[in-house]
């Protein structure tokens, strides 16, 4: 049979999950690889689920007051150079622009890998006096990072983002809207997306290169390893200092801005498909899937099915519903397997018998559970259905973030939890580098975050046995 | 007074147009200058008119049944140079990227000045069948070309655009694409931006690297110079052979498959401004202006004005139009001078007197006609508004296109023409390149197209005396 031909060529997630994750990316049609390593192919499919996430976080976005811009893609190397820690950072994975046609430039520019310095010099441009601030800027773009590895959605040279960048007259100001923007992001991801998040700090040697604090959202994906998924950090004025960045305050003196940035990336794909993939494929999350219904039509060669389908995709179109018709010769198994790949959240058949009885069926693409409904009532059930499978599907990852949080009082114990279950570590800490390395050293695991939801797990560092005061999660990350 | 001394802040356009338009790209701060020659910072009020104009042209792409993609940045220059014509128009303008990290790289890349070459390998991969046909995708992204001269919006090194790239079965399906995408331009054209255009074709001389047929829009500015605004191109299977593109045929033989590309770009917006704008500044044409309507109380101080211009302005948001309160303690005359400024296409002002007249004060950009309407109508009247200064700006535009054709039977008098009124000098043409080439070196016109709508002007040449059977039209260009 067709269907379960498709559903053969995908790897088994149990037998290897990282192959199961590559083979969903390509045969759900959602990215190809380019003829430069690393740098890959956003195809029509993937692109649309993309879109879907700009248009709702943007509108986000311009809630809280940010504006969108457009700067440059190239870096001047002595722009880039004007804040130490964030060129050591950044600098050893840029690619370099040398020649401008045929001539060699006086200076190379590198691609942007984030674009901090670019922003502040325009600030330095347009910020004069108190009445200039706030500026909450935000752009979507790609960025390049030349990295030695890469996977799809997860870590590209290239890749689409957003970055946002925020100048406040005060360092309250600016530390409330590094963590307003961590919210948008850790509710959007919960609301839209059906992942839920941990909101936390990250530890100064986890932290942006150049910000005083970050801020991170991490999620975790079905095989219990930890995704990144966001971040906002808070500069204080480092930048604005090095960038010479002033303003006039109210009582006209000069003053420095403080700094925000604030990103999400198309790894959030590469999330949801780790997160709500299964052995059939793709699962969307219904309010960012390109098809939320898919109409199938049964027996279509039959007088008036494809007219019926037709009429019932119009029928659920009208109502505001992203639907397409399968109308194409592909036969009914071959068809259902297809979609499923794709993870269309719910897929409508209707046939002769259907027809006769003025219904159809739905199928939920989570659980395959089927239900017959009216015609007339096909939309409104439909809805209902999206609604359901966005709940059944958080509630699904929920339970997989909750059952894989495990406590643990030395490193030992860490160690062995990590290696028999997988998730997140939780034990205290006693916020030294040191141990930080030992705990990546001898267990494999980085510091994920510092959960904003503190927990007292006891008084003293597992791994050095000295005072503790913080609650950290450690984990193995993508 | 402050509203004289801002209108005092730009020259004026019959003074030195040049100088009028860069002034108003940054007073209106619309753009500004990046620390890389050619390259600027599209700023958030530049920046959104953009985003207007992206969505409401995406809409229409997509009813034409093109799909977004993103493709990658970097070319490797063994593939730029598959297709010959194509990398002899565009090598000598690329950025080439040549260290990745602080290593040198085997290949150099150049950053995109256009993408049929990474469209072309995907193309090959995706395309087996005829089932695969037609393939048409766009996207929105940045383009690099390493220009000597540059100017706002006209010629960026770096500029923001949309690319259609499409594939189909028949070289007619291709050129009705090619014509399709022609049309969608021109009418995004006249009926959005109100600018009128002339729709036509490329000389061999102005048409696109390797393409077979390049059709064009041609707008004429208020300085009566042309903008080419949007182009399409239709390719044959020239790429498809140099890429080794093939599909299955319905009657299952091998064959090429016919190309087309499109693009218009943040050009458009520098179109924008020379059509509309005014010695007071910007002229947004309603559909694509970021605020289309702008509150300003009168007498603010005073109790119950402030209240009465924010419920006004929910009244008018309600009915879906995108407005602003201007609360700011400027003065009345500083706010009307900058609405006027940044082109916002309709000004309503209420105070104390409206107020007990139940009454508001509504502007028109483009002629500054006054007219009193009840706050109940406002809504209602201010879409009349949009659409008259849509309409004004429109006719306005077309009769500055239309009293500005002159045609000629001589290169003296088309030079002289051009000299006395500048505008577009139509004549007959031989076709061939040795005229095209008399005619810019002594009369300093470029070919802009040869219309459509053909007319007959005579059975010779002005230039040479032989046979001519196309009529063409010669101006001088941005």
């Given at each position: ?8 060529q995908?790897t088994?997630m149990?037998?290897?999950f990282?192959q199961w ?9 959602l990215?190809?690889?380019?003829s430069?390593k690393?740098i890959?192919i ?5 692109y649309?689920?993309w ?10 976005f311009?809630?809280?007051?940010a504006?969108n811009v457009?700067?440059?893609?190239l870096?001047p190397?002595s722009?880039l150079q ?13 690619a ?5 046609g045929?001539?060699?430039?006086e ?5 942007r ?6 922003f ?11 009445r200039?601030?706030?500026?909450m800027?935000n ?5 390049l ?5 890469s ?12 970055e946002?960048h925020?100048m406040?007259a ?9 963590e307003k923007i961590l919210n ?6 919960e609301?839209?997306l059906a ?7 990250k ?6 290169n150049g910000?005083e604090?970050?801020y991170t959202?991490e999620?975790?994906?079905?095989d219990r390893k ?10 204080g004025?480092g ?5 010479d ?9 000069r ?8 990103g999400?990336?198309t790894?959030?794909i ?6 709500h ?5 793709l699962?969307?999350?219904?309010k960012?899937?390109?098809?939320q219904?898919?109409?199938?039509p ?13 009429a019932?995709?119009?029928?659920l179109?009208?109502?505001g519903?992203r ?5 194409t ?6 068809k ?7 993870g ?15 219904q159809?069926c739905?199928?939920r693409?989570d659980?395959?559970e089927k239900?017959f409904?009216?015609?007339d ?5 439909a ?11 958080y509630?699904?990852?929920?339970k997989n ?6 406590e643990?009082?030395?490193l ?6 990590q290696?028999e279950?997988g998730?997140?570590?939780?034990t ?6 040191e141990?930080e390395?030992r705990m990546?050293?001898?267990a ?14 006891g ?6 046995g000295?005072p503790?005061k913080?609650m950290?999660y450690?984990?193995v990350?993508y």
């Amino acid at each position: 049979m067709a269907k379960e031909k498709k559903v053969e060529q995908i790897t088994d997630m149990e037998v290897d999950f990282a192959q199961w994750y590559t083979d969903v990316c390509k045969k759900a049609e959602l990215i190809d690889y380019s003829s430069i390593k690393g740098i890959f192919i956003y195809r029509p499919y993937g692109y649309a689920i993309w879109e879907n996430i700009q248009h709702l976080m943007d509108a986000e976005f311009k809630k809280t007051g940010a504006e969108n811009v457009y700067m440059p893609m190239l870096i001047p190397e002595s722009l880039l150079q004007k804040e130490k820690d964030h060129v050591e950072g950044f600098a050893p994975e840029c690619a370099w622009v040398t020649m401008g046609g045929s001539e060699k430039l006086e200076e190379r520019y590198c691609i942007r890998p984030t674009s901090e310095t670019l922003f502040c010099e325009h600030f330095r441009d347009v910020i004069q006096s108190h009445r200039d601030l706030p500026k909450m800027y935000n752009q979507w773009c790609s960025v390049l990072r030349w990295e030695k590895t890469s996977r799809p959605f997860l870590r590209h040279r290239e890749f689409l983002w957003q970055e946002g960048h925020t100048m406040h007259a005060t360092a309250e100001e600016a530390k409330e809207e590094t963590e307003k923007i961590l919210n948008v992001y850790a509710d959007f991801c919960e609301n839209v997306l059906a992942m839920p998040v941990t909101r936390g700090q990250k530890t100064d040697k986890e932290k942006f290169n150049g910000a005083e604090a970050t801020y991170t959202i991490e999620c975790m994906m079905h095989d219990r390893k930890a995704l990144q998924a966001g971040t906002s950090h808070y500069f204080g004025d480092g930048f604005a200092k090095a960038f010479d960045i002033t303003f006039t305050d109210k009582s006209n003196h000069r003053a420095y801005p403080h700094q925000t940035s604030w990103g999400v990336s198309t790894r959030l794909i590469g999330g949801i498909i780790m997160t709500h993939g299964d052995n059939n494929g793709l699962v969307l999350p219904p309010k960012i899937a390109p098809i939320q219904v898919i109409v199938v039509p049964v027996a279509q060669h039959k007088p008036g099915v494809l007219e019926a389908a037709a009429a019932l995709s119009e029928k659920l179109a009208a109502a505001g519903i992203r639907v397409k018709v399968d109308d194409t010769d592909n036969s009914l198994g071959w068809k259902c397997a297809q979609w499923e790949m794709k993870g269309v959240p719910v897929r409508v058949e209707i046939g002769p018998r259907d027809i006769e009885n003025d219904q159809c069926c739905m199928v939920r693409r989570d659980n395959r559970e089927k239900t017959f409904v009216s015609i007339d009532s096909a939309p409104e059930a439909a809805f209902d259905l999206l609604q359901q499978v966005h709940d059944g599907l958080y509630a699904k990852a929920l339970k997989n973030l909750q059952d894989n949080i495990y406590e643990a009082h030395s490193l030992e114990e860490a160690k062995a939890l990590q290696e028999e279950h997988g998730g997140f570590i939780k034990t205290m800490w006693c916020e030294s580098l040191e141990c930080e390395l030992r705990m990546k050293e001898e267990a494999g695991m980085s510091s994920r975050c510092m959960p904003f939801a503190q927990e007292n797990l006891g008084d003293t560092c597992p791994i050095c046995g000295k005072p503790a005061k913080k609650m950290i999660y450690w984990g193995v990350a993508y």
